[in-house]
């Protein structure tokens, strides 16, 4: 997760500081990169979250949550 937030945002998910806080939470992906959609963002949030029963489970939770986000900017873009 923090791999793909760096990758995104350019930056550190608890910039400037260099280590995740259980108190604050990550600076919100979207609000660094605005092209990505707002799930996406979520996702992203969700995946690098401190506490760990509100983060992914495995990594099958994982890419359900990917595919629904793919399934709906299909939906937006091929409208039925």
């Not at 937030?5 to 990169?33: F, G, T, V």
């Amino acid at each position: 997760g923090v791999t793909m937030y760096e990758l995104i945002c350019k930056q550190y998910p608890w910039h400037p500081n260099k280590m995740p806080m259980r108190d604050r939470k990550a600076n919100e992906p979207k609000s660094i990169e605005p092209r990505i959609s707002t799930e996406f963002s979520n996702f992203i949030s969700k995946a690098i979250e401190t506490n760990k029963e509100l983060r992914f489970q495995s990594a099958e939770e994982m890419l359900n949550e990917l595919k629904a986000i793919e399934n709906q900017i299909l939906e937006i873009e091929n409208p039925k």
